[in-house]
């Protein structure tokens, strides 16, 4: 069974730094993609960043290009997500998701909430 | 930068069909896949490259295409399919990957 579980989620103040981490299972963690999917209270999902199955390949929306970096650790099957210069629009429920074929998320954890306020 | 384009709401009578749809310019080019969240859960995958349907996903769900709108269909709606529904594709360059807004479902 494939298990996606995200930590590292809390409250930061602007301007400040968080790293999220998502420890997954039940599948080749190298073989995929790994991404960032977050849901900001009350709103849509929307795509943040996603990383190529060996680590060699990064991927990031524009609102977060340049704040944020993605990397992978495939001997401890983890994907991270470091964030700097937080705002207040990156408050959200921040998911992992498990990608398929480059195109697509077959698998999602229970997200991990980020509030950036002071 | 690319946009899909969602109904923000659609409301049906339970045993009735649910029709919601995603609109983009490229989508005759581009696969798209469907997403149910209830509140407070994570997305589930329900509709994939199109018209597939991942295992254990129940059959009253259901996609199809038609030039530049990708259609989800929910056959029978029951109570439970209340939900948030997202269309999301993959598009080559820097943006990698686009949601729809989201159409709220709701069970009348």
């Known amino acids: 069974e494939v298990q996606l579980l995200e930590s590292g989620g809390g409250l930061v103040q602007p301007g400040g730094s968080l790293r999220l981490s998502c420890a997954a299972s039940?599948?080749?963690?190298?073989?995929?993609?790994m991404s960032w999917v977050r849901q900001a209270p009350g709103k849509g999902l929307e795509w943040v960043s996603a990383i190529s199955g060996s680590g060699g390949v990064t991927y990031f929306s524009d609102s977060v290009k340049g704040r944020f970096t993605i990397s992978r650790d495939n001997s401890r099957n983890t994907v991270y997500l470091q964030m700097k210069s937080l705002r207040a629009d990156d408050t959200a429920v921040y998911y992992c998701a498990k990608v398929v074929s480059v195109d697509y998320f077959d698998h999602w954890g229970q997200g991990t909430l980020v509030t950036v306020s002071s | 930068s690319y946009e899909l384009t969602q109904p923000p709401s659609v409301s049906v009578s339970p045993g009735q069909t649910a029709r919601i749809t995603c609109s983009g310019d490229a989508l005759p080019k581009q696969y798209v896949y469907w997403y149910q969240q209830k509140p407070g859960q994570a997305p589930v995958l329900i509709v994939y490259k199109d018209i597939e349907r991942p295992s254990g996903i129940p059959e009253r769900f259901s996609g199809s295409t038609s030039g530049t709108t990708v259609t989800l269909t929910v056959s029978g709606v029951q109570a439970e399919d209340e939900a948030d529904y997202y269309c999301?594709?993959?598009?080559?360059?820097?943006?990698?990957?686009?949601f729809g807004g989201g159409t709220k479902l709701t069970v009348l």
């Open positions: 039940g599948f080749t963690f190298n073989n995929n993609a």
């Open positions: 999301q594709t993959a598009v080559t360059g820097d943006t990698y990957v686009v």
